[in-house]
């Protein structure tokens, strides 16, 4: 099995900063596309922005300029560097995987519990 924990939500007003953590864990093979996706009340899930084994990032156009991924893959780890924040931007965070167990196998989508981020005055 494979787990994903999320940390460093939290309150803060407009305006300021939180960093994300997704931490992967279990039995891993091969991580590749690695993805933090949110979901307000009342809304879809939605992407955020995703990085692959290699690097190549995508953001959605609203958070561009806003925020930044980064992975470090010897700690299985991934982060979300969120500046600028708006109130648009509440919602529970979703940490997101492509995970293989095995050499061969096709990836395997697997979820963290989610964080909560609030932006509010």
């Known amino acids: 099995q494979v787990q994903l924990v999320e940390s460093g939500g939290g309150l803060v007003q407009p305006g300021g900063s939180l960093r994300l953590s997704c931490a992967a864990s279990g039995s891993i093979f091969t991580i590749y596309t690695m993805a933090w996706y949110r979901q307000a009340p009342g809304k879809q899930q939605e992407l955020v922005a995703s990085?692959?084994?290699?690097?190549?990032?995508n953001y959605a156009d609203s958070v561009k300029g806003r925020f930044t991924i980064s992975r470090d893959n010897a700690k299985n780890t991934i982060y979300l560097q969120m500046n600028s924040l708006k109130p648009a931007d509440t919602a529970v965070y979703y940490c997101?995987?492509?995970?293989?167990?095995?050499?061969?196998?096709?990836?395997?989508?697997?979820w963290g519990q989610g964080t909560q981020v609030t932006i509010s005055s």
């Open positions: 997101n995987a492509e995970v293989t167990q095995a050499r061969g196998l096709v990836p395997y989508d697997y």
């Open positions: 990085i692959t084994n290699t690097g190549t990032t």
